[in-house]
């Protein structure tokens, strides 16, 4: 989930988030330009532009084909906000509608969200990532699971085998 050689390129541009209404006519605009249908809800949602961050700037299509880590990381966040009734919030509500329509995208958020659940646990119970230790399947003892930054895999003592999750 590394950004892609085209993400780590782009330079941030900061400026103030544009209202909902201005970046979804700028997208229909740009998808009509570029003979599509700009009355295709889902088309349209992904040629907005991201109002924030980073990317801001890059259309939300762009930005889950070259940076999905950072785009999962944004969806976990912004799925924690209150909704509010200003440009930012309604870009950020924008993002989540257009990801919500994607089964892969929704896939790796529920990982993205385990392990941020298992990293939480882990801190919680003041495992520094030596091992968490739970009851693995019927075919196997004891597990631990790593909760190092570098990823996050169960390792059963039973037979060394590394299940990811």
Not at 120 to 143: H, I, N, P, W
Not at 144 to 160: A, K, P
């Amino acid at each position: 989930m590394a950004p892609s050689e085209q993400a780590k390129g782009v330079e941030n541009v900061p400026g103030r988030a544009k209202p909902k209404e201005e970046v979804t006519t700028e997208a229909r605009n740009f998808i009509a330009n570029n003979g599509g249908d700009p009355n295709y809800h889902f088309l349209t949602l992904a040629h907005c532009q991201l109002q924030f961050g980073m990317y801001q700037g890059q259309r939300f299509r762009w930005l889950m084909e070259n940076s999905l880590g950072y785009t999962l990381y944004l969806l976990q966040s912004i799925s924690k906000e209150s909704v509010q009734a200003n440009p930012l919030s309604e870009n950020k509500q924008l993002l989540l509608q257009y990801a919500s329509q994607i089964r892969e995208v929704k896939e790796e958020l529920e990982k993205f969200q385990k392990k941020m659940r298992m990293q939480a646990k882990a801190r919680e119970t003041g495992d520094q990532g030596v091992c968490l230790r739970r009851l693995c399947s019927a075919t196997c003892s004891l597990q631990h699971v790593c909760t190092s930054t570098c990823s996050l895999h169960i390792i059963c003592t039973s037979t060394s085998s590394i299940h990811f999750l």
